[in-house]
């Protein structure tokens, strides 16, 4: 366990504990109360009252080891990034926001332990890295006498962090969710700031692009963009000289996250303010320090931006649709838009769908690229891309079809008229300031993209095969041979005494990170999620190389393992062909051999699903029996054979219905298409029709 620093300790909450320990928050409560009548109770808590209670990390962590509980054998390493300090100070809770945050940052710059320095020599370190006192000086100079035990703190945050960059947006996602606040208020979703971030890195097509964002206060869009750069540029960003604790804020993270950082020398990025050389403005609206703008100002500084932009500067503006797509009641804010849309800056409007505000999950966004128009084209031609995926899932397919469909939207008539579109649509500045009163929207369905009418009548033939091929393999009959008695003498036998037997294995799932689980893999990957068919199995994969690397020691299927979990609900199904990676929580229920021991996995797998065997009730945290509870059913050796042959023809004959249905449905959809567009007409099959075309 880490010594804490003289006069200091680490506290933690139960939401904390249960992040800790990498297990659900009621199981933190159900460990206290079971424990109270122990030799061995639970740790009571140091401060707080019953709704906030805080306990002694240093206590928890020996408690939750020495009982062997929880699913992270590294609690001691990761102590640091759950806990909070307890420091003994008077300080209030900016200042120790604020100090940590300094800290990293110099850390992060000297790469070194800071708790091997004394505090005079970090305060040197400090005024020699920020002599002018713009981000970080006065911030680590107001921890004041207990500056040591905030260095021994930042010290243990970093070692569990694996790096300074993950122990700061601990911090900042720590008082995110702790309090409200206007980062919290802005704060924009994971998904969102990837779009943002792509949109941006796709336009930028010369290293010495300069950074602006005009909305002073968040740096989340540059965090997110820097991600999306290469690793081997330099970023630098420009930013407002205003000695706010929000700009002091945004320099320090930058610089944590390697940006290099320039203040303006004007107050701010007002009419006067110009940049030389390429620039790329980045801009959300409203923004930490502009939380309260009216659509009046936030279209003002749009047009401020647009005012300073030249032909080598690109802006990417994510804004509520309300003041960016949908009709305007203010003449004033009506003004402003129609004047930077005549300005010829606007290439694409993209109006995205809700849920992309954390605080705000309702409020549908949208995204505004400003550039100049291309010099080859005419005044009266010029045109934006609009794009509405205001019912469209914001994946990374879609990012993807936005970021192309924005690239296009940058170039000639010719590389407009070479794209296909995957969600925009062109539309003349001209029609669009007619349109304006009625808001920036799709006034049209997008093209469909032509097929030929032989192209779409060959396609039709080949599924029609398809369909009466796999017909006849479901069509066929179906012959089961069964024999009935009025009752039986065979028992179920205990799950835990077929593990004792060795008749059946349990094999815990693999832990994976789910970064490494895509689409494109080679590897199936079965889950909580295929297992409760929340996913169609074969829809996730996994990398085997990745994987391979990553888990030395990891599991695959073999055929006919039945895959169960328990959590977050029951759910059973069976692997027929193995080679899978079964991802935790899900589970292997592996029968050793069927023939000798009459365990047959799909009779297994449906008599669990017919007595929901690990069904939980109503608001209760867990099943009413656990799997080793299990009765699982036996089929007499003799029967064995014929019974595992009828299984295996019925799953055959479930797999070619499958595939039946979804042939049909593909049929369907091509011939709607072509009836739809003109290129197909259905006739009668004994009606002889000339061809037209």
């Known amino acids: 366990m880490l010594e804490p620093a003289l006069g200091a300790r680490l506290l933690l909450t139960k939401p904390d504990i249960a992040a800790l320990a990498k297990v659900q928050r009621p199981v933190v409560t159900m460990w206290i109360t079971r424990n109270k009548p122990t030799a061995f109770p639970f740790p009571s ?6 709704g906030k209670e805080v306990f002694d990390a240093a206590d928890v962590v020996e408690w939750i080891s020495r009982r062997g509980l929880g699913n992270n054998d590294t609690l001691h390493e990761d102590l ?22 300094a800290l990293l940052c110099l850390k992060s710059t000297l790469g070194c332990q800071l708790d091997e320095l004394p505090s005079a020599d970090l305060l040197d370190e400090a005024d020699e890295l920020d002599p002018d006192d713009e981000y970080l000086y006065s911030e680590v100079e107001a921890l004041g006498e207990h500056l040591s035990v905030f260095a021994w703190f930042v010290d243990r945050m970093t070692d569990a962090s694996f790096g300074p960059v993950r122990a700061f947006e601990t911090l900042m996602a720590q008082k995110a969710r702790l309090r409200k606040s206007s980062f919290s208020e802005t704060a924009l979703t994971s998904r969102a700031l990837n779009l943002v971030a792509r949109v941006g890195a796709s336009l930028v097509d010369d290293e010495r692009t300069l950074f602006v964002d005009p909305s002073s206060g968040g740096s989340d869009l540059m965090v997110a963009l820097r991600s999306e750069l290469p690793e081997v540029m330099v970023p630098v960003a420009l930013y407002s000289s205003a000695d706010t604790s929000e700009s002091r804020l945004k320099v320090r993270r930058l610089a944590v996250h390697e940006w290099q950082s320039r203040k303006v020398d004007h107050d701010g990025f007002d009419r006067d303010f110009t940049v030389t050389g390429p620039a790329l403005f980045l801009a959300q609206y409203p923004s930490p320090t502009t939380v309260a703008y009216s659509d009046v100002q936030i279209l003002s500084a749009i047009d401020n931006i647009a005012m300073q932009m030249n032909d080598s500067h690109r802006a990417v503006i994510i804004a509520p649709a309300a003041v960016l797509v949908e009709p305007l009641r203010h003449p004033d804010a009506a003004r402003l838009r129609s004047d930077l849309l005549r300005s010829d800056r606007v290439r694409a409007v993209v109006r995205l769908p809700e849920g992309l505000v954390v605080a705000r999950p309702g409020q549908p966004m949208a995204l505004w690229v400003l550039a100049s128009a291309h010099a080859d084209v005419k005044p009266v031609d010029r045109w934006t891309v609009i794009a509405d995926l205001g019912a469209t899932e914001l994946d990374d397919q879609a990012i993807e079809g936005v970021v192309s469909d924005i690239s296009a939207a940058m170039g000639s008539w010719h590389s407009i008229r070479a794209h296909a579109f995957y969600f925009g649509v062109i539309a003349k500045t ?35 095969d398809s369909l009466n091929v796999i017909g006849r393999r479901v069509s066929t009959n179906v012959s089961v041979a069964v024999e009935y008695s009025e009752s039986s003498s065979r028992k ?10 060795g008749e059946i294995k349990i094999v815990p799932g693999n832990r994976v990170d789910d970064s490494d689980i895509a689409g494109g893999g080679d590897i199936r990957v079965i889950g909580s999620d295929e297992v409760l068919a929340r996913c169609k199995l074969g829809e996730r994969t996994i990398d085997r190389l990745a994987f391979t690397h990553q888990n030395p020691s990891g599991r695959y299927t073999e055929p006919g393992d039945v895959v169960f979990c328990t959590s977050p609900a029951f759910g059973v199904l069976v692997d027929a062909e193995g080679s899978s990676v079964v991802i935790w929580p899900a589970r292997i229920l592996r029968v050793t051999d069927p023939h000798s021991s009459g365990l047959i996995p799909e009779l297994v797998a449906r008599y669990l699903i017919s007595q929901q065997s690990g069904s939980r009730p109503t608001s209760a945290i867990r099943s009413g029996a656990t799997w080793r509870s299990w009765m699982l059913p036996r089929v007499l050796p003799e029967d064995v054979h014929q019974a595992l042959a009828t299984m295996e023809e019925l799953r055959e004959r479930r797999r070619a219905a499958v595939e039946l249905i979804e042939t049909i449905d593909t049929l369907t959809t091509t011939l709607a298409d072509g009836v739809a567009h003109g290129a197909l007409t259905v006739v009668s099959p004994n009606v002889q029709r000339t061809e037209r075309g």
């Open 45 to 50: 808590p140091v401060a707080g009252d019953q």
């Open 80 to 101: 640091a990034i759950y806990a909070a300090l307890d420091h003994k100070s008077d300080l209030d809770g900016d200042t120790v926001f604020d100090g940590l945050t």
């Open 430 to 464: 001209s029609v669009l300031l007619a349109d304006d009163a009625r808001g920036l929207k799709v006034r049209r369905q997008r093209e469909y993209r032509r097929t030929s009418g032989a192209e779409a009548a060959g396609r039709v033939l080949e599924l029609t």
């Open 492 to 501: 179920s036998v205990l799950v835990a005494d077929l593990i004792a037997r």
